[in-house]
C-alpha cells in the first residue's frame, strides 16, 4: 500500500471508529507461502505388510484432507510387485489418473535403490545414470515438479564431490522442466556443508536440494548413529538450494509437539530462507500408527505455517 491509499484509508477509518490496522486485519485472509504434503514413506508399514495397495496413496492422502502427495519409488519395485504385474508407463498412468479422480497434485518423487550416483566406478556410476533418467521420465508424465535422488558410492569427500556434481550436471541438463533435488540421506550427504558445496559446484536453477529435518547421521545409521551432524546448521546449510522440504517426525507429548526435533525453530529455519512450496510429512515414529502420526504431524505444520 502506497503511502497516498494509507492516508486514504486514515481519514475514512476515523469516521468509522477503527484504526487503519484494525480494519485491514478483518478484511485481509491470511496467507502463506507454504502448503503441506504427505510422503508416501510415511505409510510404508502398511504397504510393506499388504495393507495398503501403494495404486491406492492418491486416497488414502484425500482421508487425511491433504491434496498433494510425494511417491517413492521402492514401494513400487522393491517394496511391493506392483512393477511385476505392469511397465513403468502402465503405472504411471494408472497413478495419474488415481490422483486426478481424488482432486491430488503429484509434487514429488523420491527415487531409490537406482544405483550409486557417486562412484568413481564409471560403468556403474553410468548405469545409474541411465537408470535415473527413466524415472525422470517417469516423474515428469506423473506431472512431478521434482525428483529426489541420493548421493552415494564413494567415501572419499573430494571424489564424492566430482562424482556427484558430474551426475547431478547430467541428470538435471537432461530435461529442465523437473527439478533435480538431493535429500541428506547417510553419509557424506547428511553434512550440510559438503552437500551445499556440491550445489554451489553445479550451479544449475533445476537442481538443488531436499533438507529433510532427521536425516543428519554420517557415520551409522538412524537407529544406531555413531555421528550425527546439527540438525538445525544442516537445514539452514540447504535451505538456499531447497525446492522441497521434508519434515521428518517419530513421536509426540502431550501438548502435540515433536519430542526430538524444535519443530519451531526448523520452521523458522524454512521462513527466514525465503522457502515458498511444500512441506512434506514423513512420519517415522513407532509409538503411534502411521495414521496418527500423519495427522500429529500435519495438526502440528499447521501451527507453525
Known amino acids: 500500500m502506497n503511502r497516498r491509499n494509507f492516508s486514504k484509508l486514515t481519514a475514512l477509518t476515523s469516521l468509522i471508529g ?20 504427505l510422503a508416501q514413506w510415511s505409510l510404508n508399514k502398511a504397504i510393506r505388510a499388504g495393507k495398503l495397495s501403494p495404486l491406492d496413496f492418491a486416497k ?34 494408472e497413478l495419474l489418473k488415481r490422483s486426478n479422480d481424488y482432486g491430488i497434485e503429484n509434487v514429488l ?35 512431478c515438479k521434482t525428483l529426489r535422488l541420493n548421493l552415494s558410492g564413494e567415501n572419499d569427500l573430494d571424489k564424492w564431490t566430482a ?18 533435488v538431493v535429500e541428506n540421506h547417510g553419509g557424506l550427504s547428511s553434512n550440510g556443508k559438503h552437500l551445499a558445496n556440491v550445489m554451489s559446484l553445479v550451479n544449475l536453477d533445476n ?9 543428519f547421521c554420517i557415520k551409522g545409521s538412524p537407529k544406531n548413529c555413531n555421528e550425527w551432524y546439527d540438525k538445525y546448521l ?53 509409538k503411534l500408527s502411521e495414521d496418527d502420526g500423519i495427522i500429529a504431524t500435519k495438526k502440528l505444520l499447521e501451527k507453525l505455517i
Open 18 to 37: 477503527f484504526a487503519p490496522g484494525q480494519l485491514m486485519s478483518c478484511t485481509t485472509e491470511p496467507t502463506t507461502d507454504l502448503k503441506i504434503s
Open 60 to 93: 488414502k492422502s484425500r482421508s487425511f484432507g491433504i491434496d498433494a502427495i510425494e511417491y517413492v519409488s521402492g514401494l513400487y519395485t522393491h517394496h511391493s510387485n506392483v512393477l511385476d504385474s505392469m511397465s513403468m508407463e502402465e503405472l504411471s498412468k
Open 109 to 143: 518423487i523420491m527415487i531409490d535403490a537406482q544405483g550409486k550416483l557417486a562412484s568413481s566406478n564409471k560403468k556403474e556410476n553410468q548405469s545409474a545414470i541411465e537408470n535415473h533418467k527413466k524415472w525422470i521420465d517417469f516423474a515428469l508424465s506423473l506431472g
Open 163 to 180: 562424482n556427484s556434481v558430474e551426475s547431478l550436471t547430467q541428470l538435471s541438463n537432461y530435461n529442465k522442466n523437473i527439478n533435480i
Open 207 to 215: 537442481c538443488g536440494t531436499l533438507p529433510d529435518f532427521g536425516n
Open 234 to 286: 544442516g537445514v539452514e546449510e540447504l535451505m538456499p538450494y531447497a525446492h522441497a522440504v521434508s519434515a521428518k517426525s517419530y513421536h509426540f507429548d502431550e501438548n502435540g509437539d515433536e519430542t526430538s526435533i524444535d519443530y519451531i525453530q526448523m520452521m523458522d529455519i524454512v521462513k527466514r530462507a525465503g522457502y515458498k512450496g511444500y512441506v512434506g510429512i514423513e512420519y517415522e515414529g513407532n
